[in-house]
């Protein structure tokens, strides 16, 4: 139906329902059409050289980043332990050294060989406590040789009239 | 530009200086061009694609490649970040007014310390002492401090201080008194037990086990303003022995 005197609407054509006859590629014509008027619809800033240039010096307006300055609070000779704790809390960390000593070897710990030694023993120890009787048995009996019989596991005896 | 700022740390400068990105800086063909982004701090400012120098002093310089501008003053211009001792002036509705020492009012929601709810409001009145710092401070609006960081934790700001003594300083004292290593700090811990609050807007707050003694840091500590090193420690020496 679609003569030369009456020609159908674009916005008709491009229903769902007169697409499905419609080849592949001018359907992809169709889109890119679309598409073409929505991107000139979007409003976008011609300017993209400024964006390139702004990285380069960046505003800083406090003084605190440049010297390094400490923490506000400051307490001395235990006035105040709170802030004692705070200061140690907050205030950047210098002597790192120190810290990484301490804490690899404190003469209270256990060193890693010990730790090692008894987690064997203790592996074994858990596993027997909570295995059940029947499973402790066979445990106790690997050690001795092999001279005694497997149970016999027990069956349903069928009473006898 | 960045070896033209480089030979410029330690001078002084005045307003109007300038550094550009010129054409004449030579590229080796060597390395990649790398545009190195430059920091600037305090007292320097971009305008285009310009550094310019607004305020007099002289140049300082942090590696990597942080600059800025070391100069004395005593009126304190808000920055984001920084934390001030406030007073609190009036008690609006959820809005605490707070007086820092600059051109205008900070506000202080009430809602902005730490375990704050609607229900659980803080226990703030006029007059009280805070130790806030900035969430907004420009020069387009009015500045907003808050008394816990970003994860909600208060990390010693809040309302502090009964008793003590509270007195201003120049702000240039205050960045020498919280620089790293030094030696007023150093030197005030050998004295006697005393607490400080020091806020970046030139106010510090002093308390120590008894009046006197509090007078005398917070006397120390004005006078450590126009004192050389030499001054300040024979001074220190006195008043350690007339403690005694």
Redesign the interface.
Known sequence: MADDSMRLSKNLLRMKFMQRGLDAETKKQLEEDEKRIISDEHWYLDLPELKAKENLIIEEKSFVPCEDLKYGRISFKGFNPDVEKLMILMNPKDDDDKEEEDISRMQTDVTDEEMALRYESLVGSMKKKFAKKRERAAIEEEDINQNTETNTKRVFLKPQD | MFSRLKNKVGEVLLPGDEFC?DTDDTISLTESVK????????G???SG?R?VVCKSGVL?H?QPN?F?MDAQQKRYVP?????VIGIVTTKSGDVFKVDFGGSEQASLSYLAFEGATKRNRPNVQVGDLV?AQFLI?NKDMEPELVCIDGSGRA??MGV?GAGGLLFMVSLGLV?RL???GSEI?SD??Q??????????NGRLWV???SIQRTLIVSNLLQSCENMTATQRRELFKRVAQGAL
């Open positions: 990105f545009a190195e982004k430059v920091v600037c701090g305090p320097l400012r971009r694609d550094l300082r942090k942080v800025w920055a984001k970040g920084e934390t130790f401070a990390n010693g502090f960045r919280l620089a790293p700090m005030l811990s004295l006697f037990p005393c607490e400080l609050v020091v806020g970046m308390k120590a086990s």
